[in-house]
């Protein structure tokens, strides 16, 4: 057997076999360590789709997103077991570009924070379910032409994260979820990037996972008092900083009394002349 | 009306399932897992040895038939343990061993360690590493006994319309027909072409999930082995 009918054989042979379902296979789109997904189209309603295919034995993904309606979460359409015996779950067909590439297209930060803030609310959405997502990176996240925002992959147990996201911790739980998000943040902030948020990044990377957020709404709270130019709380911040943000926060004000102020001056050298 | 199209029934069904590596160890059949392992592996045992250890055609023959008779005497399964190697790795690391410990008593023997080492000639050519071409050949040899147990398949359920069409289309080494000649040559429309080669390469991605599930130590293994085999 030649190499190129070997890997021939390995691509067709892995193909999924849609004989008996609604779908007709169109392209692959990505594969993980948990499985393929491929676009296809939903004959009956007309609509292209993504479907998941993925060993039998990890089905229990299909239903752990399903259990999750979120506007950042990809919402599962149909779960099924293909002829071949691989499971499969169809799911909608997310346009738009992965984290990593969304932010190689230099969006303002303004951007790159609100779709962190959208992925710590699917975050704290799917915490206080219960679930945890384990492989947290620029690559499960989607962002689509109109910002919004889907977070993708959702973990099952044999997942142990990406190197580079993964906490440190023996066991995945939320707070490793935590490290990841600080991590996924540190990532799409642009250099140099404002102290305190990078205060934030480090706080939720703690390799104590006692001294991360406790939650995701935490972390996203600390980011809003950010970008309210309030203190946050991950940053003891030197004086002449707090001056600055005090002044920036309170342009207006200090041009009013400035303003005032040389007014009176003006008015008082113009009654000593 | 095409019947292929048809999920589950008795054709779809493989003829058994063959017992993990330690299901089979459990059950005392460790003859018969050997037979197993030695279908497999005896061709990319013997490439590895060939590219690893320099060794001619017959050296090579005469080293892998050492090392699988010597397997067989051991406790060459009894020592394997899955938490710390897949059973591929496990084997090629043995082989390895197993090669290194002749070849150091081949150099005792010629006193001084005059052992000479066979011209390159064609394994000059290929740029893999020997482990590389171990995994390759595991490959090919996975394939090709899961193709002999499609073949054997089709003719026991009386499939050979499937498996022509398969083997026109899937195994070419050249150019591939269109589905469109297929049908004309047959007889059948265009897409009972689609049906059967979906057909096929289910039947034959089963065998080969069969052969693997043999040849490893049990679901996780297996799973590992899956995913990297398919592209």
């Known amino acids: 057997m030649s190499d190129s009918v070997l890997d021939h054989l390995r691509r067709v042979a892995a193909l999924p076999d849609l004989a008996g379902t609604r779908y007709e296979l169109e392209s692959e789109l990505g594969r993980g360590g948990m499985g393929v997904v491929y676009a296809a189209r939903d004959r009956e309603l007309d609509r292209r789709v993504a479907l998941k295919v993925l060993d039998l034995a990890l089905a229990g993904e299909a239903q752990l997103i399903a259990q999750l309606e979120h506007p950042a979460i990809v919402p599962v359409y149909e779960t099924g077991t293909l002829p071949d015996g691989r499971a499969f779950y169809a799911m909608k067909l997310?346009?738009?570009?992965?984290?990593?590439?969304?932010?190689?297209?230099?969006?303002?930060?303004?951007s790159r924070l609100g779709a962190i803030?959208?992925?710590?609310?699917?975050?704290?959405?799917?915490?206080?379910?219960?679930v945890i997502h384990?492989?947290?990176?620029?690559?499960?996240?989607?962002?689509?032409?109109?910002?919004?925002?889907?977070?993708?992959?959702?973990?099952?147990?044999?997942?142990?994260?990406?190197p580079g996201f993964r906490a440190p911790d023996a066991r995945l739980d939320q707070r490793s979820d935590i490290y990841a998000l600080g991590r996924l943040l540190a990532f799409v902030l642009p250099v140099p990037a404002p102290p305190a948020l990078q205060a934030i990044a480090a706080r939720?990377?703690?390799?104590d996972p006692a001294a991360r957020y406790p939650g995701a709404l935490a972390l996203l709270a600390d980011i809003e008092r950010f970008q309210e130019g309030l203190a946050v709380e991950a940053w003891s911040e030197p004086w002449w900083h707090r001056l600055r943000r005090f002044g920036s926060r309170n342009a207006v004000l200090l041009w009013l009394l400035a303003a005032y102020a040389g007014v009176k001056f003006l008015l008082f050298f113009l009654r000593i002349l | 009306m095409d019947t292929d199209t048809a999920i589950g029934g008795p054709h779809d069904r493989f003829p058994s399932t063959q017992p993990s590596?330690?299901?089979?160890?459990?059950?005392?059949?460790?003859?018969?897992?050997?037979?197993?392992?030695?279908?497999?592996?005896w061709k990319p045992v013997y490439r590895f040895i060939r590219l690893k250890f320099r060794k001619d055609n017959e050296d090579a023959k005469d080293l892998t038939q050492s090392f699988f008779a010597a397997a067989l005497e051991r406790d060459f399964l009894a020592r394997f343990d899955p938490a710390r190697a897949s059973f591929r790795t496990y084997l090629r690391m043995a082989v390895e061993r197993f090669a290194a410990s002749q070849y150091a008593a081949a150099n005792r023997q010629k006193r001084g360690g005059d052992v000479r080492f066979e011209p390159l000639g064609e394994q000059a050519a290929t740029t893999e590493s020997p482990e590389q071409a171990f995994e390759r050949e595991w490959q090919r040899q996975l394939f090709s006994l899961a193709l002999d147990d499609l073949r054997a398949h089709c003719d026991g359920c009386g499939k050979q319309i499937q498996l022509l069409i398969f083997e026109a289309y899937d195994l070419a080494g050249g150019e591939r027909p269109s589905y469109a000649e297929l049908a004309m040559r047959h007889g059948i429309p265009e897409t009972s072409v689609t049906n059967h080669l979906a057909w096929a390469r289910r039947i034959l991605r089963g065998f080969v999930t069969e052969r693997l599930r043999g040849t490893t130590s049990g679901p996780?293994?297996?799973?590992?082995e899956?995913?990297?085999?398919?592209?």
Not at chain 1, 137 to 143: G, L, R, T
Not at chain 1, 145 to 154: H, T
């Open chain 1, 204 to 207: 939720a990377m703690s390799a």
């Open chain 2, 226 to 231: 899956m995913r990297r085999l398919w592209i």
């Open chain 2, 21 to 41: 590596l330690l299901e089979a160890a459990v059950a005392g059949l460790p003859s018969e897992v050997l037979d197993r392992v030695v279908a497999l592996y």
């Open chain 2, 220 to 224: 996780r293994e297996l799973r590992e």
């Open chain 1, 117 to 130: 803030r959208r992925v710590g609310e699917a975050l704290a959405f799917a915490h206080a379910r219960g």
């Open chain 1, 94 to 110: 997310v346009s738009g570009a992965r984290l990593d590439r969304y932010v190689a297209g230099r969006p303002s930060l303004a």
């Open chain 1, 134 to 162: 384990r492989d947290l990176k620029p690559q499960n996240v989607m962002v689509g032409e109109f910002g919004e925002v889907y977070v993708m992959d959702w973990g099952v147990d044999a997942v142990a994260g990406t």
